[in-house]
């Protein structure tokens, strides 16, 4: 145990790694729905802040130590989500090749990377809208997509952290009371 956070809640914030690459690959990759990757987001949190204190038996002691698990085992899933949601991005910006299906036109004319994104938001129902935000070449683009890439990448962030916190609050509020339990040697 260490003197700010239980050793069940640094074990939590590995499941909560576990959860957020599984949850990636299926809303990012296998499965490619991005609002429901985000909205998974504070369910996780909430679900991980709470474990971090079930899984280290917090039966007593201070309100402090039960919110300090529950911020590190949030923190440590929300990192993961967005260091993957990030990578994926930067993945699929890289390595556009501008392959389109036959029936949507046949491939984009572009160089790989970026200017075959940017010919893809260009050529898209949405086009114009970038135009009335000052969108022009592929290097203003590149800077708007980026930038809209973190400011998700922050709510990702928040959302998670935020449910980590509330996952810690809501065990304090409902927590078995008493001494701790120890666990019978026979049973190990």
Request: charged letters at 10%; hydrophobic letters at 50%.
């Amino acid at each position: 145990m260490s003197r700010v956070i239980d050793r069940g809640a640094i074990v939590a914030g590995w499941v909560g790694v576990g959860m957020a690459v599984v949850v990636a690959v299926s809303f990012l990759l296998v499965i490619p729905i991005e609002p429901v990757f985000w909205l998974m987001t504070a369910p996780a949190g909430l679900l991980i802040g709470y474990y971090a204190n079930q899984r280290s038996e917090r039966q007593s002691g201070p309100w402090g130590r039960i919110l300090a698990n529950g911020v590190y085992a949030g923190a440590v899933t929300a990192l993961t989500f967005v260091l993957l949601l990030l990578a994926v991005k930067a993945l699929f910006f890289a390595a556009d090749g501008g392959y389109r299906d036959p029936g949507q036109g046949g491939a984009i004319a572009c160089a790989t990377g970026a200017d075959c994104v940017y010919q893809r938001y260009v050529q898209s129902p949405q086009g114009a809208d970038l135009a009335r935000a000052g969108v022009t070449d592929v290097a203003s683009f590149t800077s708007f997509y980026w930038g809209q890439q973190l400011g998700v990448a922050g709510l990702v962030l928040v959302l998670c952290l935020g449910g980590g916190i509330a996952g810690a609050l809501a065990f304090g509020a409902s927590r078995p009371r008493g001494a701790p339990r120890v666990p019978d040697p026979a049973t190990r």
